[in-house]
């Protein structure tokens, strides 16, 4: 139900867009998000968006560089990802869950998630 793209190589301070195509349904009912993970590590928050939009979280380390936002003509949430960093390096996963305030910033408030979507930034 989720559809990730957009992933990439880039050099630092490059800027690359990821999208995140949802069915409708997904898209009008759930908060939309991206995590990250490299190999061995836990999946990581980076940004979430609430169902109407109105509201966004980011996580410390991409706050002022990364954008989530929504298109609604193409159910679709995209991660402006501007001013990267080797550490923003991972495989990007986009999530939607009928999460709460509270758990946005956790893996375990979603329960739909796209394939992955490999970001590589080289130094």
């Known amino acids: 139900q989720l559809q990730a793209s957009g992933g990439g190589a880039v050099q630092a301070g490059g800027s690359l867009r990821l999208s995140c195509a949802a069915s409708?349904?997904?898209?009008?009912?759930?908060?939309m998000s991206w995590f990250r993970q490299t190999p061995g590590k836990e999946r990581d928050f980076v940004a979430a968006?609430?169902?109407?939009?109105?509201?966004?979280w980011y996580a410390d380390s991409v706050k002022g560089r990364f954008t989530i936002s929504r298109d609604n003509a193409k159910n679709t949430v995209m991660l402006q990802m501007n001013s990267l960093k080797p550490e923003d390096t991972a495989v990007y996963y986009c999530?939607?869950?009928?999460?709460?305030?509270?758990?946005?910033?956790?893996?375990?408030?979603?329960?739909?998630w796209g394939q992955g979507t490999q970001v590589t930034v080289s130094s």
């Open positions: 968006l609430s169902r109407n939009g109105g509201s966004t």
């Open positions: 409708e349904r997904t898209y009008n009912k759930y908060v």
């Open positions: 999530a939607a869950g009928n999460t709460i305030v509270s758990q946005v910033r956790y893996p375990s408030g979603y329960h739909t």
